[in-house]
């Protein structure tokens, strides 16, 4: 029986045995000790990790693109367009 609410001993309830609670002081608490550090690091090891499945289809788009933009102004200047009158 926990008592009320918690308190094991307020409502006449013996106190729970074979409980341990383990803490540390809040003056020896680190919470970001070596976030930095490991968010370089592990950044770096994540960038090394995809770069060779996300960088060639990006270089291919962008050759893609910059092959059609130059196609394209091409084939709107006075040469294109009789190319493009003699194959069709």
Known sequence: HRGDWGNPLRAGGQPQKYIAAYS???NRQRPFAGALHAAVFNTWRRFKGQVLYVAPPFLVAYWLMDWALKRN??????EGRKEGCNTG
């Open 24 to 26: 540390v002081s809040p």
């Open 73 to 78: 102004e091409y084939l709107n200047t006075k």
